[in-house]
């Protein structure tokens, strides 16, 4: 779901600028991801190595 939104985002002219597990859990104890999104950024790091952090 993660790279459905980076690769959305990216088809608006948005890259993924940082990515990170939310503190805040959902109602169902459900896990959410933050996802810093800007226009015009050049990332720091590839999508593919923040995905492989994140889902090891």
């Known amino acids: 779901a ?3 939104i980076a690769e959305c985002a990216a088809s608006l002219g948005l890259q993924v600028a940082g990515l990170t597990v939310s503190p805040i859990t959902g109602q ?8 810093w999104l800007q ?8 999508l593919d190595a923040m995905l492989a ?3 090891p």
């Open 53 to 55: 952090e994140l889902f």
């Open 28 to 35: 169902s104890g459900n896990v959410e991801y933050l996802v």
């Open 39 to 46: 226009k015009g950024c050049h990332a720091a790091r590839p």
């Open 2 to 4: 993660v790279r459905r």
